[in-house]
């Protein structure tokens, strides 16, 4: 069992910048892929990002990629999202997820955190 905590969210202004924290404990954390997911209102939940095991590999959704980065400290349990040139359409609940095998399906992931909120003003 992995257990999930982020932190990191609030309101910024559109053009902002946050990064937010998922703090795994529990199985070893090293061993999961990590994925940052996003609901907004009345929306779907949606993949934002996602990064491998050992932090070489890395796949965006085409709605954030060069103004987002996930990132990841396997000595600190712990992955990252830098959200950098924030619009108000990125508004929303973000989680972190893990699954055991890297891939870059939206799907599988056996792991989730509680969410944090992230609110952009325009």
């Known amino acids: 069992q992995v257990q999930l905590l982020e932190s990191g969210g609030g309101l910024v202004q559109a053009g902002g910048s946050l990064r937010l924290s998922c703090a795994a404990s529990?199985?070893?954390?090293?061993?999961?892929?990590m994925g940052w997911f996003r609901q907004a209102p009345g929306k779907e939940r949606e993949f934002v990002a996602v990064i491998s095991r050992s932090g070489s590999n890395t796949y965006y959704a085409d709605s954030v990629k060069g103004r987002f980065t996930i990132s990841r400290d396997n000595a600190k349990n712990t992955v990252y999202l830098q959200m950098n040139s924030l619009e108000p359409e990125d508004t929303a609940v973000y989680y972190c997820a893990g699954r055991k095998f890297w891939s870059t399906s939206t799907t599988g992931y056996d792991y989730w955190g509680q969410g944090t909120q992230v609110t952009v003003s325009s």
């Open positions: 529990g199985r070893t954390f090293s061993g999961y892929t």
